[in-house]
C-alpha cells in the first residue's frame, strides 16, 4: 500500500495526441492534514474514497489505501468536504513499460497542467516525454490537498 510517484509540470498540451484514456475527475478532501489526507474523487462514473498518509522527506513515497464507492456516495461526500473541491481532466500516455497521468486543471486551477508517474522504487528509470517540464516532487503546493486550500490562482 505504498505509493512511489514523481510530479511535473507540463511544458505544452502536444501530450494530448499521445492519450490512451481521459476521464474528468472531481474530488474534494474530508481530511487535507498533510499527515493523514482523505481524499473523496469521482472519475468518470466511479467513486473511490482514499486515504494517504505523510510524505517521505523526497515526496515520492507515501502510505495510500482507496476503495471503489458509489457515486451517490461520492456525490453525497463531496458535500462535506473543505472549501475548494478541485475539476481535472486527466489523460493516461503510455511511455515505455510506464503510464503518465497528465492532469489538466480548471476551476481555480485553471492554468496548470501536472504529470505525474507510479514507480515501483524510488530510483527507477523511465523515458522522459519532451513535453515534460520541470519535476516538482516533494513541492507541498503542487499536492491536490494543498490546491483545495491555496489554489493555482493565487499563486
Known sequence: MLEIERKFLVKNKSFKAEAISENRIVQGFLNSDPERIVRIRIKGQKGFITVKGKSNIKGTTRFEWEKEISTTEAEALLKLCEKCVIEKTRYEIKQGSHIFEVDEF??????????????????????????????????????NSQLSTNPYKNW
Open 106 to 143: 480548471y476551476g481555480d486551477n485553471e492554468g496548470l497542467i501536472m504529470a505525474e508517474i507510479e514507480l515501483n522504487h524510488e530510483t527507477e528509470i523511465f523515458t522522459k516525454p519532451s513535453w515534460l517540464g520541470k519535476e516538482v516532487t516533494g513541492e507541498v503546493r503542487y499536492y
